[in-house]
């Protein structure tokens, strides 16, 4: 009976990454810390993957490429803020390499992005929820219907701050019976 000895024989592999691309993703991700870099080296680890997975060398992406990833992640039921999130982290990328003449033009910089819905979708209290609320932190402390009061007259300030500098249009709207005011349409992200 004979017996074969597995084969230590190398398969030799091509690299993942060029120098300059090697030299670009490092350069980029220097320039952040903290938890901007994870979700940036989050994002890139995803679409080098995807180039690699589609035999795509990160530096011979073309637009068309980049949104083929931007329709998979939409396909694997990515929110369009993470999508939009990822494709601003692409852009970045080669716009860095851009920059630093590594790259003669970016193949992200005229992506289409998702549009993002910035509207609120949560509603305020209205006048008899922020009169119980009050009533139940007027039975505790002072400091604690202190506090309370002045959350509840802090939005409320908020919003008409934002009315009178222009952030909502003159056709503010507030839900029926609300306490607090609510928001338009074209007001900007809450602060």
């Known amino acids: 009976m004979t017996t074969t ?42 679409y080098t ?24 992640l939409e396909t694997r039921g990515r929110a369009r803020a993470t999508i939009t999130r990822r494709l601003c982290t692409i852009a970045g990328f080669y716009r860095y390499a851009v920059e630093e003449n590594l790259l003669d033009h970016s193949p992200a910089a005229h992506v289409r992005r998702p549009r993002l819905d910035y509207d609120s979708h949560a509603t305020g209290l209205d006048r008899n929820e922020l009169g ?16 309370i009061s002045v959350l ?10 934002r009315r009178m500098s222009g952030r909502c249009s003159s056709a503010y709207t507030r839900r029926p019976g609300s306490a607090m005011a ?4 074209s007001c900007g992200p809450r602060s």
């Open 49 to 72: 993957s995807w180039c690699h997975q589609h035999h795509l060398r990160l530096f011979q992406a073309r637009r068309a490429d980049i949104e083929c990833f931007a329709r998979d």
């Open 5 to 46: 000895a597995p084969s230590a024989a190398l398969i030799p592999a091509a690299p993942v990454f060029t120098n300059t691309e090697r030299l670009a993703l490092a350069g980029f991700l220097a320039g952040y810390s903290g938890l901007t870099r994870e979700a940036y080296e989050l994002d890139l680890r995803q």
């Open 132 to 147: 119980a609320l009050l009533v139940a932190a007027g039975l505790g402390s002072p400091i604690e219907h202190a506090l």
């Open 182 to 185: 609510g928001r338009h349409a």
């Open 152 to 161: 509840a007259l802090d939005d409320g300030l908020r919003a008409s701050t």
